[in-house]
Protein backbone atom coordinates (compact mmCIF):
# COMPACT_ATOMS: atom_id res chain seq x y z
CA UNK A 1 0.00 0.00 0.00
CA UNK A 2 2.73 2.43 -0.22
CA UNK A 3 4.99 3.47 -3.11
CA UNK A 4 8.50 3.48 -4.00
CA UNK A 5 10.73 6.83 -3.42
CA UNK A 6 14.26 7.38 -4.39
CA UNK A 7 16.85 9.68 -2.46
CA UNK A 8 16.25 12.10 -5.07
CA UNK A 9 12.62 12.45 -5.29
CA UNK A 10 12.60 12.82 -0.98
CA UNK A 11 14.89 15.96 -1.18
CA UNK A 12 12.28 17.48 -3.62
CA UNK A 13 9.20 15.90 -1.15
CA UNK A 14 11.11 18.31 1.11
CA UNK A 15 11.46 20.87 -0.59
CA UNK A 16 8.11 21.53 -1.76
CA UNK A 17 6.58 20.74 1.74
CA UNK A 18 8.80 23.77 2.72
CA UNK A 19 7.62 25.90 -0.01
CA UNK A 20 4.24 25.27 0.85
CA UNK A 21 4.56 26.88 4.19
CA UNK A 22 5.04 23.70 6.59
CA UNK A 23 5.89 24.35 9.85
CA UNK A 24 8.13 21.46 10.22
CA UNK A 25 9.69 18.25 8.49
CA UNK A 26 7.80 15.21 10.40
CA UNK A 27 9.84 12.04 9.59
CA UNK A 28 7.63 9.47 11.52
CA UNK A 29 8.50 6.29 11.94
CA UNK A 30 11.27 6.21 9.82
CA UNK A 31 13.92 4.52 11.67
CA UNK A 32 14.47 1.79 8.91
CA UNK A 33 15.46 4.63 6.14
CA UNK A 34 17.83 6.58 8.48
CA UNK A 35 20.59 6.80 5.84
CA UNK A 36 18.55 7.38 3.07
CA UNK A 37 16.80 10.16 5.10
CA UNK A 38 19.95 12.09 6.14
CA UNK A 39 21.02 11.85 2.25
CA UNK A 40 18.46 13.31 1.46
CA UNK A 41 18.74 15.92 3.75
CA UNK A 42 21.99 17.05 3.00
CA UNK A 43 20.77 17.15 -0.49
CA UNK A 44 17.94 19.51 0.21
CA UNK A 45 20.11 21.60 2.80
CA UNK A 46 21.96 22.78 -0.22
CA UNK A 47 19.11 23.64 -2.15
CA UNK A 48 17.93 25.89 0.65
CA UNK A 49 15.77 23.43 2.75
CA UNK A 50 15.56 24.77 6.26
CA UNK A 51 12.68 23.64 8.42
CA UNK A 52 12.86 22.09 11.69
CA UNK A 53 12.97 18.41 11.50
CA UNK A 54 11.17 16.13 13.70
CA UNK A 55 11.93 12.72 14.62
CA UNK A 56 8.84 11.26 15.30
CA UNK A 57 9.71 7.48 17.13
CA UNK A 58 8.02 4.89 18.74
CA UNK A 59 10.83 5.27 21.54
CA UNK A 60 12.37 1.74 20.51
CA UNK A 61 15.47 2.92 18.77
CA UNK A 62 19.10 2.46 18.94
CA UNK A 63 21.47 5.05 20.99
CA UNK A 64 23.32 4.55 17.35
CA UNK A 65 21.24 5.03 15.14
CA UNK A 66 19.86 8.51 16.96
CA UNK A 67 23.78 9.85 16.83
CA UNK A 68 23.61 9.58 13.43
CA UNK A 69 21.18 11.71 13.72
CA UNK A 70 22.87 14.65 15.43
CA UNK A 71 23.26 17.41 13.65
CA UNK A 72 20.33 17.22 11.41
CA UNK A 73 16.74 16.68 13.93
CA UNK A 74 15.75 19.81 15.90
CA UNK A 75 12.76 18.35 17.44
CA UNK A 76 12.12 14.45 18.57
CA UNK A 77 8.94 13.60 19.38
CA UNK A 78 9.10 10.11 20.97
CA UNK A 79 6.72 7.74 22.83
CA UNK A 80 7.45 6.09 25.86
CA UNK A 81 4.84 3.16 25.96
CA UNK A 82 5.51 1.50 28.88
CA UNK A 83 7.80 0.82 31.97
CA UNK A 84 6.48 -2.25 33.07
CA UNK A 85 8.26 -4.85 30.74
CA UNK A 86 5.34 -7.31 31.48
CA UNK A 87 3.06 -5.19 29.32
CA UNK A 88 5.74 -4.24 26.69
CA UNK A 89 5.87 -7.71 26.00
CA UNK A 90 2.41 -8.74 26.35
CA UNK A 91 1.15 -6.03 24.00
CA UNK A 92 3.92 -5.39 22.04
CA UNK A 93 6.24 -8.73 21.77
CA UNK A 94 9.54 -6.39 23.33
CA UNK A 95 9.58 -6.90 27.03
CA UNK A 96 13.27 -5.00 26.41
CA UNK A 97 11.11 -1.87 25.60
CA UNK A 98 11.74 0.54 28.70
CA UNK A 99 15.10 -0.29 28.92
CA UNK A 100 15.33 0.51 25.42
CA UNK A 101 13.43 3.80 25.72
CA UNK A 102 14.84 5.11 28.77
CA UNK A 103 18.61 4.97 26.78
CA UNK A 104 16.77 6.64 23.53
CA UNK A 105 15.01 9.34 25.26
CA UNK A 106 18.37 10.01 27.18
CA UNK A 107 19.79 10.24 23.97
CA UNK A 108 17.63 12.53 22.52
CA UNK A 109 18.03 15.06 25.91
CA UNK A 110 21.56 15.11 25.49
CA UNK A 111 21.31 16.16 21.79
CA UNK A 112 18.56 18.34 22.27
CA UNK A 113 18.46 19.82 25.96
CA UNK A 114 16.23 22.75 25.96
CA UNK A 115 12.66 23.19 24.25
CA UNK A 116 13.08 26.86 21.85
CA UNK A 117 9.89 27.94 20.62
CA UNK A 118 9.46 30.75 18.26
CA UNK A 119 7.33 34.12 18.43
CA UNK A 120 4.18 32.22 17.28
CA UNK A 121 4.38 29.34 19.50
CA UNK A 122 5.94 26.40 17.31
CA UNK A 123 8.71 24.96 18.78
CA UNK A 124 11.85 25.04 17.18
CA UNK A 125 14.23 22.57 19.02
CA UNK A 126 13.70 20.35 22.05
CA UNK A 127 12.26 17.06 23.14
CA UNK A 128 8.33 16.18 23.50
CA UNK A 129 7.95 12.63 25.28
CA UNK A 130 4.31 11.15 24.55
CA UNK A 131 2.49 8.64 26.61
CA UNK A 132 -0.57 6.92 25.74
CA UNK A 133 -2.55 6.09 28.47
CA UNK A 134 -3.52 2.33 28.13
CA UNK A 135 -7.34 1.37 29.77
CA UNK A 136 -6.69 -0.19 32.85
CA UNK A 137 -3.20 0.95 33.36
CA UNK A 138 -3.24 3.82 35.26
CA UNK A 139 -0.52 2.71 37.36
CA UNK A 140 1.76 2.19 34.53
CA UNK A 141 1.51 5.38 32.94
CA UNK A 142 2.19 7.03 36.73
CA UNK A 143 5.24 4.67 36.59
CA UNK A 144 6.25 6.68 33.15
CA UNK A 145 5.60 10.10 34.47
CA UNK A 146 7.78 9.04 37.36
CA UNK A 147 10.99 8.42 35.19
CA UNK A 148 10.22 11.33 32.92
CA UNK A 149 10.37 14.19 35.97
CA UNK A 150 12.59 12.57 38.06
CA UNK A 151 15.40 11.80 35.04
CA UNK A 152 14.36 14.93 33.25
CA UNK A 153 12.86 17.79 35.23
CA UNK A 154 11.87 20.95 33.14
CA UNK A 155 13.97 19.82 30.28
CA UNK A 156 11.57 17.99 28.58
CA UNK A 157 7.88 18.31 27.32
CA UNK A 158 5.35 15.67 28.20
CA UNK A 159 1.98 14.64 26.63
CA UNK A 160 -0.32 12.80 27.94
CA UNK A 161 -2.43 11.31 25.61
CA UNK A 162 -5.75 10.06 26.02
CA UNK A 163 -6.83 9.25 22.40
CA UNK A 164 -6.41 5.38 22.38
CA UNK A 165 -8.61 3.53 20.03
CA UNK A 166 -9.48 -0.15 20.61
CA UNK A 167 -9.10 -1.72 16.80
CA UNK A 168 -10.14 -5.29 15.67
CA UNK A 169 -6.16 -6.26 16.12
CA UNK A 170 -6.58 -5.69 19.88
CA UNK A 171 -9.86 -8.36 20.58
CA UNK A 172 -7.33 -11.15 21.80
CA UNK A 173 -6.32 -8.55 24.57
CA UNK A 174 -10.10 -7.86 26.14
CA UNK A 175 -8.59 -6.01 29.38
CA UNK A 176 -7.76 -3.25 26.76
CA UNK A 177 -10.58 -3.24 24.37
CA UNK A 178 -11.96 -0.27 24.94
CA UNK A 179 -11.76 3.15 25.06
CA UNK A 180 -10.19 5.04 28.29
CA UNK A 181 -12.58 6.52 30.73
CA UNK A 182 -12.43 10.44 31.71
CA UNK A 183 -11.64 8.91 35.09
CA UNK A 184 -8.62 6.94 34.15
CA UNK A 185 -7.18 9.89 32.33
CA UNK A 186 -7.93 12.51 35.12
CA UNK A 187 -6.49 10.01 37.76
CA UNK A 188 -2.84 10.39 35.61
CA UNK A 189 -3.45 14.01 34.82
CA UNK A 190 -3.85 14.56 38.97
CA UNK A 191 -0.82 12.68 39.24
CA UNK A 192 1.27 14.38 37.16
CA UNK A 193 0.18 17.53 38.97
CA UNK A 194 1.02 16.43 42.27
CA UNK A 195 4.81 15.35 41.51
CA UNK A 196 5.19 19.07 39.91
CA UNK A 197 5.00 18.23 36.68
CA UNK A 198 4.46 21.92 35.09
CA UNK A 199 5.52 21.05 30.89
CA UNK A 200 3.02 18.89 29.96
CA UNK A 201 0.12 18.92 26.90
CA UNK A 202 -3.04 17.01 27.88
CA UNK A 203 -6.12 16.52 25.58
CA UNK A 204 -9.53 17.76 26.08
CA UNK A 205 -12.78 16.14 25.75
CA UNK A 206 -13.54 12.51 23.70
CA UNK A 207 -10.26 12.19 21.57
CA UNK A 208 -10.50 8.55 21.08
CA UNK A 209 -11.51 8.16 17.53
CA UNK A 210 -10.17 6.22 14.76
CA UNK A 211 -10.09 9.68 12.83
CA UNK A 212 -6.97 10.57 14.48
CA UNK A 213 -5.64 7.75 12.08
CA UNK A 214 -4.14 9.40 9.19
CA UNK A 215 -5.43 7.71 5.52
CA UNK A 216 -1.83 6.82 4.50
CA UNK A 217 -3.10 7.59 0.89
CA UNK A 218 0.23 8.81 -0.74
CA UNK A 219 -0.60 12.62 -1.02
CA UNK A 220 2.29 14.50 -1.94
CA UNK A 221 4.25 11.41 -2.75
CA UNK A 222 3.86 11.73 -6.79
CA UNK A 223 5.60 14.87 -8.70
CA UNK A 224 3.03 17.69 -8.98
Partial sequence: ????????????IFLELQGKGAA??????????????????DDAKRQGFSLPVVYNSSGYETVDTLKSLEGYV??????????????????????DY??????AVEEMVRQQP???????????AGVIVRHLILPGHTRDS?????????TFGDQIYVSIMNQYTPL???????????KVTRREYEKVLDYAIGIGM?????QEGQTAEESFIPMFDCEGISRE
Avoid at 198 to 202: D, G, H, N, R, Y
Fill in 168 to 178: RHVAPYPEINR
Fill in 24 to 41: NLNLVTAVHFVPTILDAL
Fill in 98 to 103: PETAQK
Fill in 198 to 202: EQAFI
Fill in 1 to 12: SGREVDRQRLSE
Fill in 74 to 95: DIYLPDFKYMDPALAERYSHAP
Fill in 114 to 124: RADFDGEGYLR
Fill in 142 to 150: MAVLDYLKG
